[in-house]
C-alpha cells in the first residue's frame, strides 16, 4: 500500500501526519525496511494493567506475534494522565521498535489540560490504526438502592456530593464519559481518579465507590456476576451483550454518546513503509476467528483501516470532547 492508494480527499490528511515518516523513510535501504521488524516490538500501554487498554492490546499483540513471528511486549505505565508514557516513547528512537496504545485522553483531552507536557501529539506522534471502539458503560455497586439511571439521578440528587465516581485517571475515557454525564443530568458526584482501571475497579467492588463508568471488557464479568449493576449504555444504540440496558440517549438525554476508542501510536518520523506494514498486520489480525470472538462477546466494533482514516478519527475527537473538558473543568489531578 502505498499514498496512491487512498483517496484523494484522505491524501492530504495522510501527507500532513505521514511527511516526516516518508523523509525518514528515504533515508533507509530498502533492505533495512524489509527486514523490519528483526526484534521483539514494546508497546507501552499508558495505564496500570486490568483495565480496557490492556485487554484491547493483549488480545491484538497475541495476533501480532502469530503473524510477525516476533514478540509484542505490553509495558503497562499508569500515572499522571499518561504523559510520563508519552514523555518516555518521545525519548525512543522513532524506528518502529516502540508503539504506544493511543486513546481518548492522550489524544483528545491532554493536550487541552497538559500544555506544558513537552511534547504535541499531533507533531510528535503519527497515527498508525484505530483498533477499536468500546461501548462505554455506566455501573454502580450493587449496594446502591438505584435499579435505573433516572433513579440514580434522583439518589444522587437527594445526597449533592456524597457520592463518589472512580476512573482510571484524570483524562482516562471513564473520567471523561462521567463528566458528559454530570453535565447532561446536573448530578453532582466527586471524581476519585486513579492509575488505571484495575485499582479502580478494586474499590468500586469493594463499595468504597459508589459510580464507574469503564468499557465493556472489564466491566461485563462483574455485571454477570451481580457485583455491579449496569445502568445505561453510552452508544446511540443498545448493545447485543447486554440488550436490555438502556442507552443515556433514550432515557431523555438527546444525542448523549460516549465511546472509549483505543489505537496505536508511534513516533513522528518512523519510516512509512513499516507504519504501512504494521497497519495491515492489525487489519489482518481483526480478522482471525479469536479477535472476531473477542470483539462480538463486548460488543466492540473493530478499526484497522489506514493511518489517514485514524488521524481523522482523532482529529473529529479532539474537537469533539474540548467543550466537555471546558465546562467540566477538567484538569490535571
Not at 514478540?71 to 499522571?80: E, L, P, V
Not at 436490555?244 to 513516533?267: C, H, M, N, S
Not at 504501512?276 to 460488543?299: D, G, H, N, T
Request: charged share 15%; proline share 8%.
Amino acid at each position: 500500500m502505498n499514498e496512491s492508494d487512498f483517496p484523494t480527499i484522505q491524501r492530504r490528511d495522510y501527507l500532513k501526519w505521514m511527511g516526516a515518516a516518508g523523509l525518514a523513510a528515504s533515508g533507509l535501504s530498502s533492505h533495512a525496511q524489509s527486514a523490519w521488524p528483526n526484534k521483539p516490538i514494546r508497546w507501552i500501554v499508558p495505564f496500570a494493567p486490568g483495565g480496557t487498554s490492556s485487554i484491547v492490546a493483549r488480545t491484538i499483540a497475541t495476533e501480532l506475534t502469530k503473524q510477525m513471528g516476533v514478540s509484542f511486549i505490553i509495558d503497562n505505565k499508569g500515572g499522571g494522565g499518561g504523559v510520563p508514557a508519552m514523555q518516555e516513547a518521545m525519548r525512543l528512537p522513532a524506528d518502529g521498535y516502540t508503539i504506544v496504545m493511543s486513546h481518548i485522553g492522550l489524544m483528545a483531552v491532554n493536550p487541552l489540560i497538559y500544555p506544558d507536557s513537552g511534547y504535541d501529539v499531533n507533531k510528535d506522534f503519527m497515527p498508525v490504526t484505530l483498533l477499536s471502539r468500546v461501548p462505554s458503560l455506566f455501573v454502580v455497586h450493587k449496594d446502591v438502592p438505584a435499579t435505573d439511571l433516572k433513579s440514580l439521578i434522583a439518589y444522587v440528587k437527594s445526597r449533592p456530593g456524597q457520592l463518589n465516581y472512580a476512573s482510571a485517571g484524570n483524562a482516562s475515557a471513564g473520567h471523561l464519559a462521567m463528566e458528559a454525564l454530570k453535565l447532561a443530568s446536573g448530578m453532582f458526584v466527586t471524581h476519585i481518579p486513579y492509575r488505571g482501571t484495575g485499582p479502580a475497579l478494586n474499590d468500586v467492588l469493594a463499595g468504597r465507590i459508589q459510580l464507574f463508568s469503564a468499557g465493556t471488557p472489564a466491566l461485563l464479568p462483574h455485571i454477570k456476576s451481580g457485583a455491579l449493576r449496569c445502568l445505561a449504555v453510552g452508544t446511540p444504540e443498545r448493545i447485543s451483550v447486554l440488550p436490555d440496558v438502556p442507552t443515556v440517549a433514550e432515557l431523555g438525554f438527546k444525542d448523549f454518546e460516549t465511546v472509549q476508542w483505543y489505537g496505536i501510536t508511534a513516533r513522528a518520523g518512523t519510516p512509512q513503509d513499516i507504519v504501512i506494514k504494521l497497519q495491515q498486520e492489525c487489519a489482518k489480525a481483526m480478522k482471525s476467528p479469536e479477535v472476531i470472538a473477542k470483539y462480538a462477546a463486548e460488543s466492540a466494533i473493530a478499526g484497522g483501516g489506514p493511518p489517514s482514516e485514524y488521524g481523522a478519527f482523532i482529529a473529529r475527537e479532539q474537537a469533539r470532547w474540548k467543550d466537555v473538558v471546558i465546562k467540566g473543568q477538567i484538569k490535571p489531578g
